[in-house]
């Protein structure tokens, strides 16, 4: 899998499935859906590609943007 956002770091070990953690910090249709995060860009999406969202590192207290 890659990165749907095609950003600067979209290879498949930057791609990893979202932890119990992460699923908290999003909102409960999201968590429910989505399946990955991309460690670059912190783009949240399901298997099909579709992207709902961003969460910021954890540097950035991991904080949610819906996407725009
Ligand atoms: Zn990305």
């Known amino acids: 899998m890659v990165c749907p956002e095609r950003c600067s770091g979209p290879h498949p070990t930057k791609q990893m499935e979202l932890t119990e953690g992460m699923r908290a910090k999003l909102p409960p249709e999201v968590a429910e859906k989505a399946t990955h995060r991309c460690m670059t860009c912190g783009a949240v999406y399901d298997a099909a590609g ?12 991991q904080s949610w943007r819906v996407r725009t």
């Not at 579709?50 to 207290?61: H, K, N």
């Open 50 to 61: 579709e992207v709902y969202g961003f969460l910021d590192s954890e540097v950035l207290d």
